[in-house]
């Protein structure tokens, strides 16, 4: 590799749904862009294992495995995901310190994720530009820097609230979308949170996985609005849809057996049902969702997780299954056998992308996490959405009201369960009514639309141009050194 290429170090957090968009972010900049790219992955004993595999899969990015120190003396049974996940990183400043200065060759630049911010200490030491990477949508970004201004003007707790928060040039937020960490001003997660914000703002730049196309209201905001810009001033960089590349397999020995299921069916006429690695549901309203499932006498799959008392926060509390292949107990009597014709049911995990980007597919009943939605945007595939936990309760706000690509129920499910009825009613609108068939219309236009955004020319691929154009400028105005780089990346 010439010394004018440029070489981006990438700060990932721990946990699968944080680390895949870092390296979907690496494999992007290093194959569509000529960057040398080196990741430094905080780790823990899941993500050790899937970086050896993603390393033997002819990745062209560099990974360095940082590993997580031991945190169980500062956070005890009552601290939340959030704030452990920025002590963990916190804890492991001086191993990235250490990581970054041990490289053959120092990094030109350093962008990390939305929980790792604090290592914009380690990029200033070195002298480097510094850039944070908000992996999901433009809005939640918004909340997240303006949050500030709330946190100082508003008493009381923001999920009490009659009003909206009204960020400048953006969609209110409504208190019951409240993202998790919002919830109660005593935790020290609603502190780290508000600290999150202040610190994006302090970067030199924020690079955000959505695009012109599909939030132009709020990323003008971001741009433009003289309210906004007072607190954000931090240059926007919209560089989405990155999502995890899938090839298929071909007909024949390898395929699953959910894929040669899949086959049988017609096109666009199932329902795929999954709330993610985090997302679990109570026993009362697993049972309520099989009812409805079964009521619509729509066809399904449905990766299923035995309930638990609580969210992800909650330690798990399953209700085993027979160990005799009976159904697990969890499930209404007789529900597989009823289903079978219709419904294909599988326990605990799936390959989504496999399923996502089968034809027979018609509609994802999420939990609004990012990652998947943008796999199933991207797919043209409509959503019922679920939101459980985090920023999930505006992700699907934006996607049902502002996009008018999703279907939700009218209670929040984590206040409320969603009857049988309900579930009946959402799955049948989006698989058999015409107000289904006007939403896949629009989903069809959001997946050519981002399809457009990172082709060249387009407005995701001449926002990543201009964000290592800046980057050069930076390198350029610190070292003084020529930047033979620049032209490549102007074509």
Not at 447 to 460: C, V, W, Y
Request: overall charge negative; glycine content about 8%.
């Amino acid at each position: 590799m010439g010394s004018s290429q440029l070489h981006v170090a990438l700060l990932s957090s721990p946990g699968m749904g944080h680390l895949i968009p870092v390296l979907v972010l690496g494999d992007h900049l290093a194959t569509h862009h000529n960057v040398k790219v080196t990741v430094l992955a905080i780790t823990k004993s899941a993500e050790t294992q899937f970086l050896k595999s993603h390393q033997k899969s002819n990745s062209p990015i560099d990974i360095i495995p940082v590993p997580a120190g031991d945190v169980s003396g500062l956070i005890d049974e009552k601290t939340k995901v959030f704030t452990q996940l920025r002590i963990t990183v916190r804890e492991a400043l001086p191993s990235i310190r250490y990581s970054m200065a041990a490289m053959d060759r120092r990094p030109d630049t350093l962008i990390v994720d939305v929980f790792c911010t604090e290592a914009l200490s380690i990029a200033e030491e070195l002298g480097i530009p510094r850039y944070a990477y908000h992996p999901t949508t433009a809005w939640t970004a918004a909340l997240f820097m303006y949050f500030q201004v709330f946190d100082k003007t508003i008493e009381g707790e923001f999920v009490d609230r009659l009003e909206p928060l009204r960020i400048p040039g953006c969609m209110p937020v409504q208190p019951e979308d409240i993202v998790d960490p919002l919830l109660d001003r005593t935790d020290q997660q609603y502190r780290e949170y508000v600290n999150l914000g202040i610190e994006y703002t302090r970067f030199d730049g924020l690079l955000i996985n959505t695009w012109e196309e599909l939030e132009p209201n709020t990323l003008k905001a971001l741009r433009e609005n003289e309210e906004l810009r007072g607190i954000v001033k931090v240059p926007i960089y919209p560089i989405g849809p990155l999502k995890r590349n899938f090839e298929g397999k071909n007909e024949g020995e390898g395929r699953s057996d959910i894929l040669k299921w899949l086959d049988r069916q017609p096109v666009e006429s199932v329902l795929y049902v999954s709330f993610g690695s985090g997302g679990f549901l109570t026993a009362e309203q697993t049972a309520e969702l099989a009812w409805g499932l079964e009521n619509s006498q729509q066809r399904f799959v449905w990766v299923v997780r035995p309930p638990c008392d609580g969210g992800p926060d909650n330690s798990i509390n399953p209700k085993l299954e027979g160990g005799d292949g009976a159904a697990p107990d969890y499930l209404p009597e007789g529900f597989l056998a009823r289903t079978r014709d219709v419904g294909f049911v599988v326990q605990m995990w799936a390959n989504q992308m496999e399923i996502l980007t089968h034809p027979s597919v018609g509609g994802f009943l999420s939990h609004c996490g990012w990652n998947s939605t943008l796999e199933s945007l991207t797919n043209n595939v409509p959503m019922v959405a679920w939101p459980l936990y985090a920023e999930q309760k505006m992700n699907a706000t934006m996607l049902a009201k502002e996009v008018g690509v999703a279907v939700r129920p009218a209670v929040t499910p984590t206040v409320k369960v969603v009857r049988r009825e309900e579930i009946e009613r959402m799955v049948r609108t989006l698989l058999q009514h015409n107000e289904g068939k006007g939403i896949r219309e629009k989903v069809k236009k959001v997946k050519a639309s981002g399809d457009i955004a990172l082709s060249k020319g387009g407005s995701s691929y001449n926002s990543m141009c201009e964000l290592l154009k800046d980057i050069h400028t930076r390198m350029h105005s610190t070292l003084g050194n020529p930047n033979p780089f620049l032209s490549q990346i102007t074509n």
